[in-house]
């Protein structure tokens, strides 16, 4: 395949879209794997830690798959129109570490965390899949099903934390 076909996105507009919706995942997962090692040893239920070591596993998967998809576009990844959901993400995270010594507190705002980025990703990797229908490059399209499938099983285990976290307490 040579290289136009492989940066043919469709319109502009779409390929514009397309690019900044990959490029805010992008971003939302960076910051996600810079800082859930930092809250790792913080948390003090067992099944939280789990899930945490867990979600930085996949992330580092999502995060190659995105890598692939920029490289398969011919792009360069960005993070330029990242500042309103990188102060988003912050101020979580800073509210987070302000209550590391109320243990409870602590945990639930970790879980609180954890399910705002599901969310973010779960809706980006299904706008993305529906923005990639019809590209001439049938890997992006796989390769944003694995990850929005990754994205669908770690909000399933993020609810069954929950569930068994609210029981414990």
Partial sequence: MNKSSKTNLG???KQAFFVDHLNRIYCAKSHLAERLPEIYEEAGFSD?????KETIQTIEHQIARMDEIFELLNLQYSFENCNSLILFLEKTFSDLQQQFSDHELRDLLIVTYLYQQESIEMASFRILQI???GLPEPKITQLLKENYEEAKSDRALLMALTDKYIKSY
């Fill in 48 to 52: 939280l830690k789990q899930a945490i």
């Fill in 131 to 133: 923005a990639a229908a």
């Fill in 11 to 13: 319109s502009p507009k």
